[in-house]
């Protein structure tokens, strides 16, 4: 069911800018190991271990037992089912099934971001920090920086491509990484007019390799760049984009690209036309990201101020805080290998059951 009656609150894209400029940081640091048994917060599920952080907002759902100061950007499961939590300044947290716990990491920065979680053919996790890039093989972390060749240590886009290439977007540009040394990838002097970065324009967003293998990248404030075979495609709104703040992107399983932007509301396309779900006033709300298409095709998504959407491949659904969900500001979803989808929002983690929304410790005791 369709609920529009929720009002938009306030633009939260300038708290969050504000939450985020004191976390960048261009401090280097060298190649490092750390054990992952060291951890300085773990919390057994009996008895539990209560944390006495305060939160920048109050945590009307699970905070992960104290351990999320402000809140969770991206969320994974791995294919050993560990469940992987990036928190904006709190590092890296983990249920393997036994314990929840915060992993140390051994960096120069106090407060740490993590906002993107990948895991490539190894098994090995990689995690887009504000303070380089970080591996974990299972058993220990290693931290690359720009002492080795990364373009700089404030990642924000992490993808890995099929033929195992890791992209990496900076506020300092694109780095690949082939596992052994990184290289510098060069996109092409276009710029729209006026643009309006927000922290970089050498930044990149975020990374899509589709079904064909053309990688989309994200930029900030420039549109969207194609790229394959040593090709580009520049993507503005003067050829389709809503708007050049795109802000995230994903190719669904019928091959349809979708875009969230900044100020633009969300849209998709189909390969000939790009369709505007905003513009058109069937979405709410003008700041759409954390796209994610569920296992039965189910595509969600946020719009900031308006909750979550969910489309079906036909109608789409709007769920608030009026449906059970924590706050109507959400940034990140994910859906586990329970078919239950977690959000990470302001004031908590929510989950969603496929029947109704609840706080995350209700199903999931570990979470308290």
Not at 152 to 176: Q, R
Not at 192 to 218: A, C, P, R
Request: aromatic share 12%; hydrophobic share 35%.
């Amino acid at each position: 069911m369709i609920n529009l009656s929720v009002k938009k609150t306030i633009n939260s894209r300038n708290l969050i800018l504000l939450l985020l400029t004191l976390l960048i940081s261009s401090c280097n640091g060298q190649v490092k190991e750390k054990p992952a048994n060291e951890s300085v917060e773990k919390v057994v599920n009996n008895p539990p271990l209560i944390l006495n952080q305060s939160t920048t907002f109050p945590q009307i759902h699970t905070n992960l037992n104290g351990m999320v100061s402000q809140f969770v950007r991206t969320m994974y499961q791995d294919t050993k089912g560990n469940y992987w939590f990036g928190t904006n300044g709190d590092g890296i947290i983990r249920y393997d099934g036994l314990a929840l716990e915060k992993m140390t990491i051994e960096q120069k920065q106090n407060a740490v971001s993590i906002r993107e979680i990948v895991e490539d053919k190894m098994g090995n996790i990689w995690f887009a920090t504000s303070s380089g890039l970080v591996k974990y093989d299972g058993e220990n972390f290693t931290t690359y920086s720009t002492e080795v060749g990364l373009q700089n240590d404030d990642i924000w886009g992490l993808t890995i491509d099929k033929k195992g290439l890791i992209w990496v977007g900076t506020i300092g540009g694109i780095s690949h990484f082939d596992g052994k040394k990184f290289s510098p990838f060069s996109l092409p002097n276009k710029k729209v007019e006026n643009q309006h970065y927000m922290l970089s324009d050498k930044l990149i967003f975020k990374f899509l390799e589709d079904k064909n293998g053309t990688m989309w990248l994200i930029t900030d404030g420039n549109g969207i760049f194609k790229y394959k075979n040593g090709e580009f495609t520049h993507l503005t709104n003067k050829n389709g984009l809503t708007d050049n703040n795109t802000a995230d992107i994903l190719e669904d399983k019928q091959g349809n690209i979708w875009i969230g932007t900044f100020n633009g509301g969300v849209s998709n396309f189909n390969g000939k036309t790009f369709n505007n779900f905003t513009k058109d006033g069937i979405i709410e709300g003008i700041e759409t990201y954390n796209f994610y298409e569920d296992k039965k095709g189910n595509v969600w998504f946020s719009a900031e101020g308006f909750g979550v959407y969910r489309y079906d491949g036909t109608n789409f659904t709007q769920f608030t805080t009026e449906n059970g969900l924590t706050s109507n500001v959400v940034q990140s979803i994910l859906e586990d290998n329970k078919g239950q989808v977690w959000f990470g929002t302001w004031q908590g983690i929510s989950l969603y059951d496929g029947q109704k929304f609840m706080n995350a410790k209700d199903k999931e005791p570990w979470t308290n």
